[in-house]
């Protein structure tokens, strides 16, 4: 993972490492250097040591984030930061004659910028926090058991998926709340994985779970239910609006393009789909083995 951020960020670097050579370099060609005599090594020691912690906090934000957004503000505003910072440590080594001595009063403006990019990168990563913190919430639904979770897609496995329409049917008697259920199929699936290989097709998996996540409701749940199916539970919903919201669900999977070494890779067809309503004499066998049946026959239909 930390080799695969690096490679990422190389142009980052590169520019990182122009800006400290330019720093390093302007102090050098403008200033001349102080006799040991008047060095306050005590000053350098924690200058330096600020300069260096601000370099260590760009580094761990490079090998730890994805490029974006929020990734480029955060180095810009920590890059202008470290300059600032570099700037003050040099000047203990460093005197600047009085027609270079607008130097120094500059040393603070990297700061003064670095510190609102990072402000503007704050509000930023707030919002993408907030959509990540919307996934997990409703992956998990009520509770955390990571035992049941499925590696691949990192959504829940059907066991967990089993729990929750127990849990609704026996609501649904008690109060009469309905709900639906919606099970949805890969077309294309199987000749997409024998083209290009399981590793390929896992990330596929992948992508379409976190895809029909997040168009869901927030009290909807989703879980991967076998091989390439995945099961919707929408609580609190007739089949009308159930429909309605799986539709929307199968059209952003249907616009999801899987690449290949930067080529569109063929043979994903977006998804078929059944949706029902669950009925108060169900339990969660009957009804889920309504709903794959159901779909079974819409796809032997479709062939």
């Not at 895809?211 to 409701?217: A, F, G, K």
């Not at 995945?230 to 393009?257: C, G, K, N, R, W």
Request: aromatic share 10%.
């Amino acid at each position: 993972m930390t080799d695969s951020f690096l490679k990422l960020h190389t142009r980052l670097l590169l520019l990182l490492g122009v800006f400290i050579a330019a720093a390093i370099c302007m102090v050098s060609l403008f200033g001349s250097a102080k006799p040991a005599s008047e060095i306050d090594w005590i000053d350098c020691f924690g200058e330096g040591g600020i300069a260096v912690m601000t370099l260590i906090w760009l580094l761990a934000t490079l090998l730890t984030r994805p490029k974006g957004k929020v990734t480029n503000l955060l180095f810009l505003g920590l890059s202008a930061l470290h300059i600032s910072l570099l700037l003050d440590f040099l000047d203990e080594f460093y005197r600047f004659d009085l027609e270079y001595d607008w130097l120094t009063s500059l040393e603070a403006l990297p700061a003064t910028l670095g510190m609102g990019l990072m402000s503007l990168a704050m509000y930023f990563w707030y919002h993408e926090q907030q959509v990540l913190n919307h996934l997990l919430q409703k992956k998990e639904r009520f509770y955390r058991e990571h035992g049941l979770t499925d590696f691949i897609t990192g959504l829940y496995r059907a066991d967990y998926m089993k729990k929750q329409v127990a849990r609704e049917l026996h609501a649904y008697r008690e109060s009469g709340t309905g709900f639906c259920m919606a099970l949805l199929d890969i077309k294309g699936f199987s000749e997409f994985n024998r083209k290009y290989g399981g590793v390929r097709s896992n990330s596929l998996l992948s992508d379409i779970g976190q895809i029909i996540t997040l168009n869901l409701r927030e009290s909807d749940l989703a879980c991967r239910y076998a091989s390439d199916r995945f099961i919707v539970l929408l609580p609190d919903t007739d089949l009308v609006e159930a429909h309605a919201v799986i539709e929307q669900v199968a059209q952003m999977v249907a616009s999801h393009t899987p690449y290949d070494n930067h080529n569109s890779a063929l043979g994903f067809e977006g998804v078929q789909w059944q949706c029902m309503a669950a009925r108060k004499d169900d339990d969660h066998s009957t009804l889920l083995q309504r709903l794959s049946q159901s779909l079974n026959e819409l796809k032997a239909v479709a062939a």
